[in-house]
């Protein structure tokens, strides 16, 4: 049969690029135990460890694996995958997109309080997008009572509507849908088809594949160099922001936020106190400094002081003041009162609210420090 070892000429191309791959996951290591962003929270270095690989399935599925002839959308946070400030009540799912197509877009909403489809422009190397090209929520659209949608995605009008236009930087779509009640809800079920895609099928080439895995790579390095994110002033929120404009990476364009962070003692409690204005969906997450939540596979039982035991907690699980106002409680130790969000062996962390569809921007929160035994009842 003759000599079938494969020259070194043979995939040359994406050789190279998954050595620069390998060689950046490899590197990530260093960053989370040494320098001067190491982490310092042993819980939050053992998260670390998994959040390297969070980084690595999202690029392979965003970058290796995407075909935007033949798009699907694939889960890019959850229980598994925790990265870019993932959260407990939501399903993230990506598409690729080729500006010069159309796409069909359909699915059904199950039990989700809020969803959307957001495109967004910007190189498609594996560097974050730079901006928002179109969104649609569920607010804009036909849902039938079956619950089923449907929409169309290209770059010149088209007669079905609703119609997102597509711009000629367009790179991908994402998906959000959130859901109060997580562990129990139904999340919507998305599709997404080419019209009118190359029947001839596709083969792979030396260079399409290297320009894959060296995107992936990109994504990895970049992902690394935004976190760890520091604390700048613990125990404090900073003022919430409106629904922007304009926005970087894969934020949303139709929500506000907030940020603060905590470093406590064990026997110390961070109270947060606010109202939310009226919204389609608000939420607080706990988070590392890895933007990446804590565990809360296992949460939502009763904690043995009566509460339930969260690491976020949303609008339809809180427990309100009679005003309308309500209080978060942020500790390691169990104070015993509604709306506690436990630390989980973390000493600091980030704390993150959003609010999707405000009627205004949120008020101001309010924060203090007290011991936990002072607030158990």
Known sequence: MGDSTIGPEAAAATAEAVHDLLAAVAGLEGGLRHGDNALSDETALLEGYRWMFSIL???????????SSRPRFVDIVGPTKKWGGDNADSYYQYAPIDPARTYRVWGTRGDAVYFSVTVYGGP???HYSERIVASINDRDLVVGDDGTFEFIISPEPHEATPWLKLEPDAVCAITRDYLEHPDS???VEWHIEAIGADEDGWQLTDED????FRAAATWVKDQAAIVPVALADPNTMAEPYPVAQQTFGWAAGD???AMGSFDLAPDEALVIEGRSPESAFWNCCLWNELLHTFNYDYLGTESRRGHPVRVTLNGAQAVYEPDGSWRLVVSEGDPGVPNWLWTQGHTHGLIWFRWFLPAATPDPLTTRVVKVADLRP
């Open 57 to 67: 399935r999202v690029g392979l599925d965003a970058f290796v694996w995407a075909d």
């Open 124 to 126: 498609d190397d594996g």
């Open 185 to 187: 809800g139904r999340r």
């Open 209 to 212: 594949q290297a320009r894959r």
């Open 255 to 257: 929500a506000a936020y």
